[in-house]
């Protein structure tokens, strides 16, 4: 019995669609300084985060994968069609 899931709660930087790559090429690598940050390690330690950079292709696959997996959930019990 049961719908086997796990859950957690993430965060993540995302712009509109159409961003200019010019904009992302600018972003991107500031949000990687930040993360590799000892200051912004020990913050997000602190306080129980794990920590994974993606980048803009893997985040975006992360949340498609999210967004397919929770269909799932949805669909098993009776939320969704």
């Given at each position: 019995q049961g719908v086997d899931?796990?859950?957690?709660?993430w965060r993540g930087?995302?712009?509109p669609e159409g961003l200019p790559?010019?904009?992302v090429d600018k972003v991107v690598p500031l949000l990687?300084?930040?993360?590799a940050s000892d200051e912004f390690r020990d913050f997000m330690n602190g306080r129980g985060f794990g920590m994974v950079f993606?980048?803009?292709?893997?985040?975006r696959q992360f949340m498609a994968d999210s967004?397919?997996?929770?269909g799932s959930v949805m669909t098993k019990l009776g939320l969704a069609k």
């Open positions: 899931w796990r859950l957690g709660a930087v995302a712009g790559q010019e904009v990687e300084k930040i993360h993606e980048g803009p292709e893997g985040y967004n397919e997996a929770l």
